[in-house]
């Protein structure tokens, strides 16, 4: 098959935001090899430095009219200070009608026994997933991070780059990991929980 007719199988997706965290996200959106990236919205009309290579297509206002055409949608937003404003996107966009697919980068090892990764979550980079753990909805797993076995991770959660969860652990919703902390077996952290880099957390 040429690489033309597999472009066109390609489904186009949408991404949302033009900050550092949305260039390492079209990356390994672009390895995958799954999705053809139609361009990019803002929220508003900020005075912004555009993405090299990718087509501005609107802004928040206009997610209506571009469903039209475009079906999925990734938020490659990665506001620590309000994982709030996250979910409320995933919200807004399940509402129109996109679909999110899990993005899962081909570097990364990911456990075939019993993973379960919720929609809209990307797995960066080097991540290792061991056995019998879920990842919630519209999380973020960055570069480097560890999520040992039977650990648990809800919905619109970011965990900080070079991050080890280890086993057992439960970890809410909207919660914040900075970048290097360690989560102690069997911890329980709870919803809307801030960690800054290198916490060490029982």
Do not use: W
């Amino acid at each position: 098959m040429n690489i033309e007719i597999i472009n066109k199988l390609k489904k186009k997706i949408l991404v949302t935001g033009i900050g550092g965290h949305s260039k390492s996200c079209l990356d390994i959106i672009k390895s995958t090899k799954k999705f053809e990236i139609a361009g990019y919205v803002e929220k508003d009309k900020q005075v912004r430095e555009p993405l090299s290579g990718f087509q501005f297509l609107g802004y928040d206002k206009d997610l209506p009219e571009i469903f039209k055409k475009i079906k999925y949608a990734h938020i490659a937003i990665g506001l620590f200070k309000n994982l709030g404003h996250r979910k409320k996107l995933y919200n807004q966009l399940t509402r129109i009608g996109f679909k999110f697919p899990s993005i899962i980068s081909p570097k990364s090892i990911i456990s075939k026994t019993r993973v379960t990764i919720g929609k809209g979550t990307i797995i960066m980079n080097n991540v290792t997933i061991n056995s019998d753990c879920y990842i919630g909805e519209n999380c973020i797993i960055n570069t480097g991070s560890i999520i040992e076995h039977d650990s648990y991770i809800g919905s619109h959660t970011l965990i900080g780059p070079g991050s080890i969860i280890n086993g057992g652990a439960k970890l809410g919703d909207q919660i914040f990991l900075g970048a290097g902390s360690v989560v102690k077996n069997g911890a329980n952290l709870k919803n809307k929980s801030f960690f800054p880099m290198m916490s060490k957390i029982k």
